[in-house]
Protein backbone atom coordinates (compact mmCIF):
# COMPACT_ATOMS: atom_id res chain seq x y z
CA UNK A 1 0.00 0.00 0.00
CA UNK A 2 1.33 3.68 -1.09
CA UNK A 3 0.52 5.79 1.54
CA UNK A 4 2.81 8.13 -0.45
CA UNK A 5 0.77 8.06 -3.31
CA UNK A 6 -2.42 7.90 -1.57
CA UNK A 7 -1.74 11.32 0.44
CA UNK A 8 -0.29 12.59 -3.49
CA UNK A 9 -3.95 11.36 -4.53
CA UNK A 10 -6.30 13.37 -1.92
CA UNK A 11 -3.92 16.35 -1.96
CA UNK A 12 -5.00 16.81 -5.61
CA UNK A 13 -8.45 17.99 -4.61
CA UNK A 14 -6.92 20.38 -2.14
CA UNK A 15 -5.38 21.55 0.56
CA UNK A 16 -5.62 19.70 3.63
CA UNK A 17 -4.02 19.12 7.37
CA UNK A 18 -2.68 16.17 7.89
CA UNK A 19 -5.27 15.04 10.94
CA UNK A 20 -8.09 15.71 7.45
CA UNK A 21 -5.71 13.67 5.31
CA UNK A 22 -5.52 10.77 7.74
CA UNK A 23 -9.37 11.14 8.07
CA UNK A 24 -9.75 11.07 4.13
CA UNK A 25 -7.54 8.07 3.95
CA UNK A 26 -9.26 6.19 6.14
CA UNK A 27 -12.65 6.82 4.96
CA UNK A 28 -11.59 6.28 1.07
CA UNK A 29 -10.13 2.76 2.00
CA UNK A 30 -13.35 1.56 3.59
CA UNK A 31 -11.47 1.97 7.15
CA UNK A 32 -9.89 -1.28 6.62
CA UNK A 33 -6.28 0.40 6.80
CA UNK A 34 -5.72 2.85 9.86
CA UNK A 35 -2.94 4.81 9.66
CA UNK A 36 -1.18 6.19 12.17
CA UNK A 37 -0.91 10.13 12.41
CA UNK A 38 2.54 9.58 13.12
CA UNK A 39 3.51 7.93 9.32
CA UNK A 40 1.10 11.06 7.74
CA UNK A 41 3.55 13.68 9.21
CA UNK A 42 6.45 11.52 8.19
CA UNK A 43 4.88 11.32 4.57
CA UNK A 44 4.02 14.56 4.16
CA UNK A 45 8.04 15.94 5.36
CA UNK A 46 9.21 13.51 2.83
CA UNK A 47 6.75 14.92 0.32
CA UNK A 48 8.13 18.26 1.02
CA UNK A 49 11.49 17.52 0.85
CA UNK A 50 11.14 15.84 -2.56
CA UNK A 51 9.25 19.22 -3.72
CA UNK A 52 6.00 16.98 -4.25
CA UNK A 53 3.87 19.01 -1.69
CA UNK A 54 4.51 22.34 0.56
CA UNK A 55 2.47 24.63 3.26
CA UNK A 56 -0.45 26.30 2.24
CA UNK A 57 -1.02 28.04 5.48
CA UNK A 58 0.48 28.19 9.03
CA UNK A 59 -1.81 28.84 11.51
CA UNK A 60 -0.90 30.94 14.82
CA UNK A 61 -1.63 27.43 16.65
CA UNK A 62 1.35 25.72 14.54
CA UNK A 63 -1.03 23.17 12.53
CA UNK A 64 0.11 23.65 8.61
CA UNK A 65 -2.05 22.67 5.89
CA UNK A 66 -0.42 21.43 2.71
CA UNK A 67 -0.64 21.43 -1.04
CA UNK A 68 0.80 19.81 -4.64
CA UNK A 69 3.29 21.54 -6.03
CA UNK A 70 3.67 21.23 -10.01
CA UNK A 71 5.55 18.41 -9.66
CA UNK A 72 3.16 16.67 -7.11
CA UNK A 73 0.54 16.88 -9.62
CA UNK A 74 2.32 16.03 -12.19
CA UNK A 75 3.52 12.25 -9.97
CA UNK A 76 -0.25 11.90 -9.05
CA UNK A 77 -1.42 11.94 -12.72
CA UNK A 78 2.16 9.33 -13.67
CA UNK A 79 0.28 7.53 -10.82
CA UNK A 80 -3.47 7.22 -12.06
CA UNK A 81 -2.41 6.46 -15.30
CA UNK A 82 0.41 3.19 -13.97
CA UNK A 83 -1.02 -0.15 -13.38
CA UNK A 84 0.15 -1.29 -9.95
CA UNK A 85 3.71 -3.40 -10.03
CA UNK A 86 2.36 -6.67 -9.81
CA UNK A 87 6.25 -8.55 -11.11
CA UNK A 88 7.99 -7.51 -7.49
CA UNK A 89 5.35 -9.08 -5.04
CA UNK A 90 5.50 -7.38 -1.05
CA UNK A 91 6.35 -9.57 1.22
CA UNK A 92 3.65 -12.30 2.25
CA UNK A 93 4.14 -13.41 5.94
CA UNK A 94 1.98 -16.22 5.46
CA UNK A 95 3.72 -17.45 2.45
CA UNK A 96 7.15 -17.04 4.25
CA UNK A 97 6.04 -19.31 7.33
CA UNK A 98 4.63 -21.57 5.28
CA UNK A 99 7.91 -21.81 3.41
CA UNK A 100 10.20 -22.01 6.60
CA UNK A 101 7.79 -24.46 7.72
CA UNK A 102 8.15 -26.72 5.18
CA UNK A 103 12.14 -26.47 4.85
CA UNK A 104 12.72 -26.59 8.92
CA UNK A 105 13.50 -29.94 10.64
CA UNK A 106 11.11 -30.66 13.87
CA UNK A 107 8.45 -28.33 12.48
CA UNK A 108 5.30 -30.13 11.21
CA UNK A 109 4.05 -28.14 8.73
CA UNK A 110 0.71 -29.72 7.78
CA UNK A 111 0.21 -28.61 11.73
CA UNK A 112 1.19 -24.85 10.98
CA UNK A 113 -0.81 -25.07 7.72
CA UNK A 114 -3.85 -26.50 9.74
CA UNK A 115 -3.77 -23.57 11.71
CA UNK A 116 -3.14 -21.08 8.92
CA UNK A 117 -5.99 -22.53 6.81
CA UNK A 118 -8.47 -22.32 10.39
CA UNK A 119 -7.34 -18.54 10.86
CA UNK A 120 -7.89 -17.85 7.24
CA UNK A 121 -11.45 -19.46 6.89
CA UNK A 122 -12.45 -17.74 10.07
CA UNK A 123 -11.46 -14.29 8.70
CA UNK A 124 -13.29 -15.17 5.22
CA UNK A 125 -16.31 -15.88 7.12
CA UNK A 126 -15.83 -12.13 9.15
CA UNK A 127 -15.52 -10.65 5.57
CA UNK A 128 -18.42 -12.08 4.01
CA UNK A 129 -20.47 -11.59 7.26
CA UNK A 130 -19.91 -7.85 7.22
CA UNK A 131 -20.56 -7.39 3.32
CA UNK A 132 -23.92 -9.13 3.60
CA UNK A 133 -24.51 -6.35 6.60
CA UNK A 134 -23.63 -3.48 4.23
CA UNK A 135 -26.94 -1.42 2.96
CA UNK A 136 -28.09 -3.29 -0.36
CA UNK A 137 -26.51 -0.20 -3.22
CA UNK A 138 -23.84 1.79 -1.26
CA UNK A 139 -22.74 4.87 -1.72
CA UNK A 140 -19.26 7.36 -0.83
CA UNK A 141 -17.66 5.33 2.28
CA UNK A 142 -20.26 2.58 1.59
CA UNK A 143 -19.22 1.90 -1.56
CA UNK A 144 -15.87 2.02 -0.87
CA UNK A 145 -16.06 -0.51 1.92
CA UNK A 146 -18.00 -2.79 -0.32
CA UNK A 147 -15.03 -2.80 -2.92
CA UNK A 148 -12.40 -3.42 -0.61
CA UNK A 149 -14.24 -6.38 1.27
CA UNK A 150 -14.97 -7.78 -2.33
CA UNK A 151 -11.29 -7.49 -2.45
CA UNK A 152 -9.98 -9.06 0.64
CA UNK A 153 -12.90 -11.95 0.00
CA UNK A 154 -10.86 -12.49 -3.31
CA UNK A 155 -7.43 -12.76 -1.30
CA UNK A 156 -8.85 -14.90 1.24
CA UNK A 157 -10.23 -17.24 -1.30
CA UNK A 158 -6.99 -17.57 -2.93
CA UNK A 159 -5.02 -18.17 0.25
CA UNK A 160 -7.36 -20.69 1.32
CA UNK A 161 -6.74 -22.71 -1.74
CA UNK A 162 -3.34 -22.44 -1.87
CA UNK A 163 -3.26 -23.18 1.43
CA UNK A 164 -5.06 -26.86 0.77
CA UNK A 165 -2.61 -26.83 -2.24
CA UNK A 166 0.48 -26.97 -0.21
CA UNK A 167 -1.38 -29.65 1.95
CA UNK A 168 -1.80 -31.54 -0.75
CA UNK A 169 1.54 -31.57 -2.09
CA UNK A 170 2.97 -32.22 1.10
CA UNK A 171 0.84 -35.46 1.90
CA UNK A 172 2.17 -36.70 -1.73
CA UNK A 173 5.55 -36.40 -1.18
Known amino acids: MSVRQSLLAILAEGEQYGYQLRHEFEVRTGRTWPINIGQVYTTLN ?6 L ?6 QDDGSVTYRLTYAGREEVDK ?12 RDEVAIKIALAVAA ?9 AHQ ?13 EK ?10 GLSRLLVLDHLI ?9 LEL ?3 RLRAR
Not at 53 to 58: D, S
Not at 154 to 162: D, G, P
Request: avoid cysteine; hydrophobic fraction near 40%.
Open 79 to 90: WWGTAVDRASPG
Open 53 to 58: VEEAKR
Open 46 to 51: RLVRDG
Open 105 to 113: PGVDALAVI
Open 132 to 141: RSLPGSPEGE
Open 117 to 129: RSETLRVLQLYTK
Open 166 to 168: VEQ
Open 154 to 162: FVTEAEARW
